[in-house]
């Protein structure tokens, strides 16, 4: 997933960043956009622009000789070359890219009928019905941004008039990028109540099958990445050409405003995709078992678990449960990093995301839904407070098994009622603090701001985290600009051993 997360970051980097704005920085001309430099500002061919400002950088700089100004000249059309060159190379690019993640469908292959044997091919139809809807509209975007990489490409042999044609096909009321990006998100997100959206309703359809033994948790959550990618990316294209089309118009402004939309709406989504999510890892819990019997157990029944709770190991015969040691879970590490790559692209923003997982069972919701998980940074004694924090689940219901058999591969789990995830958000983007350099902590709130203590509610003591978790460092790496981290608090231990 490496690649993919890589190809669609750097999309989401360079978008208002394009291989003209280069040469804008560099001669103080301003270009604006590819289309608008290429085909705008009454050029009469493509490209014209290009050798005009070469011949005015020749007779601003030229003379010869090893003065200031034979340097800037040197600098400026060796910087010019490299930028016609990345010019023609950007269609290419454009195309290439699209064509590298055209494959991704996020379907499983024979997913219908797999539902049908198990008597749920309902939830095929419900899923289906919103994905025909999206999908004519990410094939009109692509058929929209295809001539608009093709143009690019072409730009020496493509008339200026039909380029202006794809501005007027762009800015279309009723069939343009803007109609494509905001109902994709509309689709996605779904109307709440009895109004599912797209990611919630392919969870609700993929879930049994986990539970069932069908499908491997593990490729169901791979197959769900994906089809966040194609959705994602599809409102990537429509930002994109409308943002080409209204600076190609001389219109800045408007195409700032439409980045500020698109990143709105991913910050919409980020919680609908998590909240997705989660049930195809827990339901890996049950679909890794032998169905019926729970005997036989394989890596995905435990592997599943430690994926919510990774704290849960403990060293064996040690009294202190804090000693354990601690790392985060892969799963979701790589689910948020996924969501830093399509929003965190500002070069001064970075973020932190913490989960926090908890039961639902004797209070323990009424004390943590409104809970604020502040970092501290260093030694400083700086408190960094998330700008979002948004408990998902409503709650998450634990798997039965067979006749009323109750399996948790983590005893922690044992409540019977099912537990809720809070999501913490931390964006350098609106405070201050969270840089490149320094290790943040989580506070221990046990017994503190208005939290009983853990021992209230169970038999034994137990922190309210794990020392391991309490001391696990988050630092922002500078090349992902983000870190993450997750764990379950005010845990309720079992006091019997469990039926496995």
């Given at each position: ?171 279309d009321p009723n069939t343009g990028p803007l109609v494509g990006m905001k109902t994709i998100n509309a689709l996605l997100m779904g109307g709440g109540g009895q109004s599912k959206g797209a990611l919630q309703l392919w969870s609700i359809m993929v879930t049994p099958l986990i539970q069932d033994g069908t499908l491997d948790y593990r490729l169901a959550v791979e197959q769900y990445f994906q089809y966040y990618q194609k959705l994602a990316y599809a409102e990537l294209k429509a930002a994109n050409l409308l943002m080409e ?193 320094g290790t943040y902590t989580l506070s221990n709130l046990n017994g503190h701001d208005g939290l009983l203590p853990i021992q209230t509610y169970a038999s034994q003591i137990t922190p309210f985290q794990e020392n391991s978790v309490i001391a696990y460092n988050l630092e922002v790496n500078p090349v992902s600009k983000f870190d993450f981290m997750n764990f379950m608090a005010y845990s309720v231990p079992m006091t019997v051993v469990p039926i496995w």
């Amino acid at each position: 997933m490496s690649f993919l997360d890589n190809a669609i970051s750097s999309i989401g980097q360079g978008l208002a960043i394009t291989a003209a704005q280069s040469i804008s920085d560099s001669t103080g001309v301003d270009v604006g956009g590819t289309l608008g430099f290429l085909f705008g500002g009454g050029q009469k061919a493509g490209g014209e622009n290009i050798g005009t400002l070469e011949a005015t950088i020749q007779s601003v700089f030229g003379g010869g000789g090893s003065s200031p100004d034979a340097t800037v000249l040197a600098q400026l059309s060796s910087t010019l070359s490299q930028q016609q060159q990345a010019i023609a190379n950007l269609g290419v690019q454009i195309t290439g890219i699209a064509n590298a993640l055209s494959h991704l469908e996020g379907e499983i292959a024979g997913i219908e009928s797999m539902l049908t044997k198990i008597s749920q091919h309902q939830l095929f139809t419900d899923w289906n019905t919103i994905d025909i809807q999206l999908t004519e509209y990410i094939k009109a975007i692509d058929s929209c941004y295809m001539e608009y990489g093709m143009y690019v490409s072409q730009y020496a042999t493509t008339p200026v008039n039909e380029v202006t044609y794809l501005v007027q096909a762009i800015f279309d009321p009723n069939t343009g990028p803007l109609v494509g990006m905001k109902t994709i998100n509309a689709l996605l997100m779904g109307g709440g109540g009895q109004s599912k959206g797209a990611l919630q309703l392919w969870s609700i359809m993929v879930t049994p099958l986990i539970q069932d033994g069908t499908l491997d948790y593990r490729l169901a959550v791979e197959q769900y990445f994906q089809y966040y990618q194609k959705l994602a990316y599809a409102e990537l294209k429509a930002a994109n050409l409308l943002m080409e089309a209204y600076i190609y118009n001389g219109d800045k402004t408007s195409a700032d405003n439409i980045w500020s939309v698109y990143q709105l709406q991913l910050i919409q989504q980020e919680d609908i995709f998590i909240n997705g999510l989660i049930p195809l890892v827990y339901s890996g819990i049950v679909g890794g078992s032998a169905v019926g019997q729970y005997k036989g157990k394989n890596f995905t029944f435990f592997g599943a678990a430690m994926e919510l709770n990774p704290g849960v190991q403990q060293v064996v015969g040690d009294s202190d449960p804090g000693n354990a040691f601690y790392a985060p879970s892969n799963i979701f590490q790589l689910a948020e990093q996924l969501l830093a790559n399509l929003s965190v692209t500002a070069a001064t923003s970075r973020r932190i995301v913490v989960h926090m997982l908890y039961s639902s069972g004797v209070g323990i919701p009424t004390l943590l839904s409104g809970l604020q998980l502040s970092l501290s940074a260093g030694n400083s004694g700086t408190t960094i407070t998330p700008i979002s924090d948004t408990v998902l689940g409503g709650p998450f219901d634990f798997p039965n098994g067979a006749g009323g058999y109750i399996i948790y591969p983590d005893v922690n789990f044992y409540t019977g009622a099912g537990f809720y995830v809070k999501r913490y958000v931390y964006n350098e983007t609106t405070q201050s603090g969270l840089a490149d350099t320094g290790t943040y902590t989580l506070s221990n709130l046990n017994g503190h701001d208005g939290l009983l203590p853990i021992q209230t509610y169970a038999s034994q003591i137990t922190p309210f985290q794990e020392n391991s978790v309490i001391a696990y460092n988050l630092e922002v790496n500078p090349v992902s600009k983000f870190d993450f981290m997750n764990f379950m608090a005010y845990s309720v231990p079992m006091t019997v051993v469990p039926i496995w």
